[in-house]
T-cell receptor
Framework: GAVVSQHPSRVICKSGTSVKIECRSL??????MFWYRQFPKQSLMLMAT?????????EQGVEKDKFLINHASLTLSTLTVTSAHPEDSSFYIC???????????FGEGSRLTVL | RKEVEQDPGPFNVPEGATVAFNCTYS??????FFWYRQDCRKEPKLLMS???SGNEDGRFTAQLNRASQYISLLIRDSKLSDSATYLC???????????FGGGTRLMVKP
């Protein structure tokens, strides 16, 4: 079946640094990718919708200058957490929507810890 | 009111038991409904879609009640491996924008 790869799966960084997370659709093209955040014992919260070749659409309350999203190709979207703070520590998950079918597949998630 | 609501649980049941979860949604225009399973510290995986006529997949049965705006998931003959968080997911429009419920945690004990 379709596979979405997310990298890195785990990252620890110092406060104030920036972290980039990649989301790749390995065997299909995805015009739309979604980025979610999940805090412990809570559900997934949609952060933004990433469309290939255009600006991402951010959900209310999500700072677009802090969470930079780039969707440069039909198989790759990146999320950059800029000037990370401890409160940004969370589980970040991407999902990709298959062209034509709209079927959705999730990446394995990236666990970010900001010290 | 949240768009998609679930009882967080946990539901503690013995092996072999039957357990049911409900999920309510607020937007009557919601079009598609799913149950996802999420294991601790892992990404959610699609368990089953929920169709208007109800559908069954092995020990799992999903039902949709549009009039009352809820969906349900029934698990029969629970296994230890069923222990996970079950997420109710609703697609409110046709753009693959999924809204997740808070999840219901199930713990199946020997």
């Amino acid at each position: 079946g379709a596979v979405v790869s997310q990298h890195p799966s785990r990252v620890i960084c110092k406060s104030g640094t920036s972290v980039k997370i990649e989301c790749r659709s390995l065997d299909f093209q995805a015009t739309t990718m979604f980025w979610y955040r999940q805090f412990p014992k809570q559900s997934l919260m949609l952060m933004a919708t990433s469309n290939e070749g255009s600006k991402a659409t951010y959900e209310q309350g999500v700072e677009k200058d802090k969470f930079l999203i780039n969707h440069a190709s039909l198989t790759l979207s990146t999320l950059t957490v800029t000037s990370a703070h401890p409160e940004d520590s969370s589980f970040y998950i991407c999902s990709a929507s298959v062209i034509n079918t709209g079927e959705l597949f999730f990446g394995e998630g990236s666990r970010l810890t900001v010290l | 009111r949240k768009e998609v609501e679930q009882d967080p649980g946990p539901f503690n049941v013995p092996e072999g038991a039957t357990v049911a979860f409900n999920c309510t949604y607020s937007n009557s225009a919601s079009q598609s409904f799913f149950w996802y399973r999420q294991d601790c510290r892992k990404e959610p995986k699609l368990l089953m879609s929920v169709y208007s006529s109800g559908n069954e997949d092995g020990r799992f049965t999903a039902q949709l009640n549009r009039a009352s705006q809820y969906i349900s998931l029934l698990i029969r003959d629970s296994k230890l491996s069923d222990s996970a968080t079950y997420l109710c997911v609703v697609n409110i429009n046709a753009g693959n924008m999924l809204t997740f419920g808070g999840g219901t945690r199930l713990m199946v004990k020997p």
